[in-house]
């Protein structure tokens, strides 16, 4: 694809399913993105699929589908796919039975020890680091980390390859920080980025749609996760301006991870893919009026 013909506007029909990202595309930290409630409300009603996606670690699927019904949008836990999904599944694959060193929040410990894996806080004790995005993050913990590594063999995992957390006062330094300070003092890479734009991602998103890739839109604010895993996924791409990406930005991006489709804000979406049945809906009441 060239530069130009990934600029094309919105797309010009609908999807049999829509994954969309939360931060920055429906909404930016506490305050609910205009029309995105409407757009999917809409969406869902023409009777198409609808999943949200993060690389946000630091809450459950019902933290994230309960904040989406206080905005307006139907949501249930079932609807939501975080990194953490991808995280547990990777590692009950990869190592189910190892000891985990894990730099991350309380529901990230926890969720993993639900799941069934050991917990150490031990270098020597360590299977597996666990990098993800953690706000208590300090020297303590990168110094475990680095010594689980450098001198104990173990394997490095992350959660999500973001490098900030859009919020609306400015972001928070997010995952790729932490892991790259492992990474840097260790010299160990991160064998799995299991968040967006995986593989383990995309298929965690397109098993709990329902459809396949070719039929699926991935709707999201950035570049390098959203946009990417769209590619690689064969799901069509859809860029929102919403968030992390500005129009210089796009106007700058390398082929390789540019979108399909650009909207400036949500209910762009379906500018080009009229919803028939609203349509037959207001025809109908029109001839109704008429009568
Ligand atoms: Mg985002």
Redesign the pocket.
């Known amino acids: 694809m060239t530069a130009a013909s990934g600029h094309r506007g919105p797309p010009p029909t609908l999807f049999d399913g829509y994954a969309f ?5 429906v909404y930016l930290g506490d305050v609910p993105l205009p029309g995105a409630s409407e757009t999917i409300g809409r969406i869902r009603h023409a009777g198409r699929a609808v999943v949200f996606v993060t690389n946000n670690p630091l809450h459950s699927a019902e933290d994230y589908a309960s904040k989406l019904r206080s905005f307006g949008v139907e949501a249930t836990t079932n609807d939501v796919v975080t990194a953490t999904h991808a995280l547990v599944a990777y590692l009950t694959a990869a190592c189910p039975r190892d000891r985990l060193l894990v730099l991350g929040e309380t529901f990230l410990l926890e969720t993993l020890s639900a799941a069934g894996f050991a917990l150490t806080t031990e270098p020597a004790g360590a299977d597996v680091v666990v990098v993800s995005f953690d706000r208590t993050f300090d020297y303590g913990k990168l110094l475990a980390a680095y010594r689980a590594l450098r001198l104990h063999g173990a394997r490095l995992v992350a959660t999500n390859p973001d490098p900030y957390c ?1 919020t609306p006062d400015g972001g928070l330094p997010d995952c790729a920080a932490m892991l790259a300070a492992v990474q840097a003092c260790s010299g160990v890479m991160a064998e799995a980025v299991v968040g967006k734009p995986s593989t383990h991602m995309a298929a965690a998103v397109l098993d709990r749609l329902g459809v396949p890739a070719t039929g699926a839109a991935m709707v ?3 570049l390098s996760t ?1 946009m990417v895993m769209a590619r690689s996924a064969g799901m069509a791409g859809v860029l929102v301006l919403t ?2 990406t500005s129009p210089s930005d796009l106007a700058a991006a390398e082929a390789s991870v540019l979108p399909d489709y650009v909207i400036q804000t949500l209910p762009q979406l379906l500018v080009g893919a009229p919803i028939q049945h609203n349509a037959a809906t207001a025809r109908e009441r029109r001839k109704l009026e008429r009568a």
């Open positions: 990202d939360l931060d920055g595309t859009p999201g604010d950035r959203d968030g992390a």
